[in-house]
């Protein structure tokens, strides 16, 4: 059942609910304890950086309600950017309401008033189905790239 939230480009005064949110869903998703001071950091620099990206988030009932990041991707075979869909987060008692949905489609909505902007990507765990189905509703579909990665 979709009810309506409100969607916006995130604040410096939601800092600290963006960073729970991080902490909540590296625990649900992946089991891993987050240090909330190299995450209140990071948060803080991309919102201090909007060359980097940008969060949104959906606010019900006048609370946050989920959120979600936004980076930026050049490409040079078609002159343009993709904006990287990632930090999903909702809420538990939010869920099953239509908030992921909203924030996607006033994302969508957005960059479709800026020409420099070409498509819109994200990843989700290859065993995370339900994602999976959400983001396959909203019109995307799974391309034929593997994600490799290397931490430094």
């Known amino acids: 059942m979709a009810q309506q939230c409100s969607i916006r480009v995130a604040q ?3 800092i600290k609910m963006i960073s729970q949110f991080q902490q909540f869903m590296a625990l649900e998703t992946e089991k891993k304890i987050l240090h ?4 209140n950091a990071g948060v803080r620099r991309l919102m201090d950086s909007p060359e ?3 969060f949104l988030v959906a606010e ?7 959120s979600l990041m936004v980076t930026f991707e050049w490409s040079d ?3 343009g ?3 990287w869909v990632q930090s999903v987060y909702v809420m538990p008692e939010f869920r099953r309401r239509g908030i992921y949905a909203q924030l996607y489609l006033w994302l969508k909505q957005h960059a479709a008033e ?6 819109v990507r994200l990843y989700v765990d290859t065993d995370n189905a339900g994602a999976q189905k959400a983001y396959k509703s909203l019109g995307m579909y799974e391309c034929h790239y593997q994600m490799f990665e290397e931490l430094l």
Request: proline content about 0%; charged content about 25%.
């Open 77 to 79: 075979w078609r002159n």
């Open 81 to 83: 950017l993709f904006l």
């Open 60 to 66: 019900l009932d006048g609370q946050l309600a989920g």
């Open 36 to 39: 909330v001071d190299t995450v």
């Open 12 to 14: 410096s005064a939601d």
């Open 52 to 54: 980097l990206g940008f």
């Open 114 to 119: 800026d020409e420099d902007i070409i498509g």
